[in-house]
């Protein structure tokens, strides 16, 4: 095993003469070795160090996480921060109420007073990454099975991370490189005093909604901005109001230039998660047993929700960050299988599975070490498929955004245990407070009527969609008693829950004794809960963890066999949630035969969309106004108002807020999408029509400048013209 590990820099380092360049998401302290070259030969003017130095303040100390699954980028020297309006949006509809409607009439801070503490989201900028492969490696062998390989590798990262740890207060992560044959450990410093500082409309910072989602051309103004604050010492702090806005080692130039087809671009961001290098078996349970399912469930989720939305503005603002989540990955597969199907990437997979088998078998030495990989994943995919759809069939119908009181009944689950189990007064008082603070929470995004329709129809699915084999036993028990009506079971305990009404859940919770916990025990909605809560950890969870580790343990050698067999090729690391550095060029595509799309859109294009009739067309009336008197400022090109533009930098989920940086290391631009027809670029990139989506920066300025007139924003950014 070690062997293998020490040869694979010796692949890289023989190979980058050859790759090509455009797709890929490359690790920032290799850049110098193996991209920097081609870079240049692209446009870029700077150097390595420049993007990624730990001496010296470079582009990688104003890259951040934000919030969970995002990124962002610092623009000011006192913490500034740009990301996505969509990267923002949980935290917006929190800060909002029906009276301050944030994501309906857009927020602007008039002065750093104004700023809106956002409790709970986190700014996450990396301090160092290292090569930590041998560390990690020790004490491992090729025989173990994969338990006692992954407590191997568990005490080993946990004992290099104290070591590097000690005494900075920062945070520290492994992760595996190359399906585990390299490991990198990325250091952290994490702030938590965040603060709202903008964001346009969500007619502006969401125009185009789920219909333009994932779509080119598009003309989504998707942006917000926050600050982060510090304590003494520009150190990160917990909020107070005596906190000072953080200084940032670095912070981006923005360039007023523009961009031209052609032109050299850099995402540097943290992409989460891609698949290039699986089997076919892999794709083949993604596509043909997972998705479609999923689509299925999630369509009539969101047709269900969008009926409500238009109904009321209050359930609107309620379901409208859940209805984008349930959204956002349902419209991703569709794209993903698509393209998937228009690629042939599985009858590609296996043909090219074919040319590596028959490569190994030509070598009785390759055969011995290579030969049972293929079988063995056959055989394992063939199991994971089933455990796996029903894992996250089953989340999504009852506890993601699905039924919703039979969601949030699960909390229940733990309070009746200590109940029962006699837990001391002050422990049982302590989690009824949880509990009542959670109702709160619950009930702030909940209508009732919305919730009952989404009862039936994902109680009906679920039932109709799995096997009878992978349906909880206490879902069978109640769809027959019900003979599969459950309509007339939510008609009938839907009025007097106590999961449906926060009144009646906190009275039940305060109330709660011995003769609560029967009725709990009776409740229909709480059996729900619990049994197939109960049946997904005891049934299914244990061995989908067990043939997930399995395939695992094959992983890295299979990454070794294909860097061998394709030994002409510069390989790079699947997407793990660290620092990437992606770069291309700007570029438009044929979306289809004699169709072809221009590189950017312009506010022309969103006065096209104008719609009041439709919702996520609505074009706000300043807006208009700015475009009728073109009223334009500095912010042109051609005489236009850019919005958006596309490139063909590999990202994906978790790249969105990016910045997208031109030859000179400005920014140009905020990552947030990929365009329809190349979305199956998380298994099979497809240089002829993958294209990232930006948001031109010039259009926020517009916005911040003259839509909000927040202009002295811009006061504090370092502006190129
Ligand atoms: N829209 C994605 C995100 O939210 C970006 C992408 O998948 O291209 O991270």
Redesign the pocket.
């Known amino acids: 095993m070690k062997k293998l590990l020490l040869s694979l820099p010796v692949f890289l380092v023989s190979l980058f003469a050859t790759a090509t360049p455009d797709e890929g998401m490359w690790i920032p302290i290799l850049i110098e070795k193996y991209n920097i070259k081609l870079m240049q030969e692209k446009g870029f003017k700077l150097s390595a160090e420049d993007i990624y130095s730990v001496n010296k303040a470079c582009m990688k100390d104003a890259v951040v996480i934000f919030g969970g ?3 962002g980028e610092l623009i000011s020297p006192d913490g500034l921060l740009i990301t ?1 309006h ?2 923002g949006y949980g935290t917006i509809q929190r800060l909002s109420s029906i009276e301050n409607d944030y994501l309906a009439n857009g927020f602007w801070a008039m002065s750093r007073e104004e700023e809106i503490p956002a409790p709970g989201l986190s700014v996450t900028i990396l301090k160092w990454m290292e090569d930590v492969t041998d560390r990690m490696m020790k004490g491992i062998t090729g025989g173990m099975d994969a338990q006692e390989r992954q407590k191997i590798l568990d005490a080993n990262s946990e004992d290099i991370r104290r070591k590097a740890l000690e005494g900075t207060g920062y945070t520290a992560r492994i992760s595996p490189f190359y399906m585990g044959n390299q490991y990198f450990m990325l250091v952290y410093e994490t702030f938590s005093d965040v603060r709202f500082v903008g964001a346009p409309p969500s007619s502006i910072g969401k125009f185009g909604g789920e219909t333009d ?2 779509v080119w051309p598009r003309h989504t103004g998707d942006f917000s901005l926050w600050r982060v604050y510090a304590g003494t010492e520009n150190k990160p702090a917990r909020y107070a109001s005596t906190n000072v806005p953080y200084k940032p080692l670095y912070h981006f130039p923005i360039s007023l230039k523009g961009v031209q087809e052609g032109d050299f671009t850099m995402v540097f961001g943290y992409p ?1 998660s891609t698949s290039q290098y699986v089997p076919s078996f892999h794709i083949d349970m993604v596509k043909n047993h997972i998705n479609p399912k999923m689509i299925a469930i999630r369509t009539k989720k969101i047709e269900i929700m969008e009926a409500a939305m238009n109904t009321d503005p209050l359930i609107r603002l309620q379901y409208s960050a859940k209805k984008s989540g349930v959204a ?1 990955a349902w419209k ?1 597969w569709i794209g993903e299988n698509q393209g998937l199907d228009r690629m042939r990437t599985i009858e590609k997979k296996q043909a090219y599975e074919k040319r590596l088998t028959d490569w190994i078998n030509s070598d009785p030495a390759r055969k011995t070490r290579y030969g049972h990989l293929l079988p063995e994943y056959e055989k394992l995919y063939s199991q994971l498929k089933d455990y796996s759809l029903v894992n996250s069939f089953t989340s999504d119908a009852f506890f993601s955004s699905g039924a919703e009181a039979v969601g949030f009944a699960r909390n229940m689950m733990s309070f009746a245990n200590l109940f029962e189990s006699e837990a001391d007064e002050a422990r049982i008082e302590a989690v009824k407070g949880e509990l009542i603070a959670a109702a709160a929470r619950f009930f702030k995004n909940y209508n009732y009527e919305t919730d009952k329709e989404l009862f039936v129809a994902v109680m009906e699915l679920y039932g109709g969609q799995l096997e009878e084999k992978w349906q909880a036993p206490g879902y069978l028990k109640i769809k027959n008693a019900w003979k599969g009506d459950f309509q007339a079971l939510a008609d009938k305990i839907y009025p007097v829950s106590v999961f449906t009404d926060e009144a009646r859940f906190t009275a039940f919770v305060n109330g709660f004794g011995k003769r609560s916990l029967k009725a709990l025990k009776k409740d229909p909605i709480y059996n729900l809960a619990s049994s197939t809560s109960e049946f997904i950890s005891e049934n299914v969870r244990g061995e989908l963890i067990r043939i997930q580790s399995e395939i695992q343990k094959l992983n890295p050698l299979y990454m070794t066999l294909q860097m061998e067999f394709d030994s002409n090729r510069l390989f790079y690391p699947d997407a793990n949630s660290t620092l990437r550095v992606a770069y291309g060029e700007v570029k438009g595509y044929y979306s289809k035969d004699a169709v072809y799309f221009r590189h950017y859109s312009t506010l022309k294009g969103i006065i096209e969309k104008d719609n009041p009739e439709i919702f996520d067309y609505d074009v706000p009336d300043k807006l208009k106004e700015l475009y009728r008197t073109k009223n334009y400022g500095r912010y042109t090109q051609n005489g236009e108002v850019p919005v958006c533009f596309i490139a063909t930098n590999h ?7 990016s910045p997208v940086i031109n030859a000179e290391g400005h920014l140009i631009g905020v ?4 365009a329809w027809e190349g ?1 199956a670029s ?1 298994m099979a990139f497809n240089p002829e029509q993958s294209r ?2 930006s948001l031109d920066i010039r259009y926020a300025l517009f916005i911040i400048d003259k839509f909000a007139g927040a202009g002295y924003l811009l006061d504090e950014m370092t502006l190129v013209e």
Not at 651 to 657: D, E, F, K
């Open positions: 699954g995002c990124t996505n969509h990267c989602n994932w989460g956002n991703k990202t994906t989920g978790g790249n969105s807020g990552n947030f999408d990929r979305v998380d990232n989506i």
